[in-house]
């Protein structure tokens, strides 16, 4: 579905993908600091701006979370995420050498979606600077853990805000150029 309205916004969004793969190489801080721009300037209910955006740097940090969180996937009674953090390979950051973490008021209705928009914003952003990012779910693990309260302090996360998920961030040579196969039926138009 090409169209003569298509832009430099369109192809972003129709060019980016979750990149699973990437080399050690640290993101620019001017970079981050667009990154985090576009995120600010996501939509949000009534203004609300119900966020806050932690940038972790720190590979070593990345990689104790990385291992709580496998520890505890390890001991689930959920047989896929045993699957998964058995694999030999299996870092839930996909050896990103950064991660933003985002955080949403917890006594915010809308955070979780207004959070989600922000982190659109910040994906799309990194395919438009030639970054390689992934929207990462599994540290809802370690937040929902015994061992939240440690992470949150360790991330200086503030007080009120509830950690809900991640985005991988770097450089690869593997972005990936085919899209996964859209479903055309997803809609129904009524004039």
Not at 150 to 176: M, Q, R, S
């Amino acid at each position: 579905m090409n169209s003569v309205f298509e832009n430099e916004v369109i192809k972003a969004i129709k060019e980016r993908r979750s990149v699973r793969s990437f080399l050690p190489n640290q993101v620019e801080e001017e970079k981050i600091k667009l990154l985090l721009e576009a995120a600010i300037f996501a939509p949000s209910a009534v203004n609300g701006q119900p966020w806050f955006f932690t940038v972790v740097q720190n590979v070593e940090i990345l990689n104790k979370m990385n291992q709580e969180i496998k520890n505890i996937m390890l001991q689930s009674s959920d047989e896929n995420l045993k699957k998964f953090a058995s694999k030999e390979d299996f870092n839930v950051f996909h050896n990103a050498p950064m991660a933003i973490i985002v955080s949403g008021k917890e006594n915010s209705q809308s955070a979780q979606v207004d959070c989600a928009a922000a982190t659109q914003n910040i994906l799309l952003a990194a395919k438009s600077m030639g970054l390689a990012s992934c929207w990462i779910g599994f540290v809802g693990i370690l937040f929902s853990s015994s061992k939240a309260q440690d992470y949150i302090k360790l991330l200086k996360i503030p007080d009120g805000y509830k950690p809900l998920w991640a985005i991988a961030l770097g450089y690869t040579e593997n972005y990936p150029q085919t899209a996964p196969e859209r479903n055309w039926n997803a809609f129904e138009w009524i004039k």
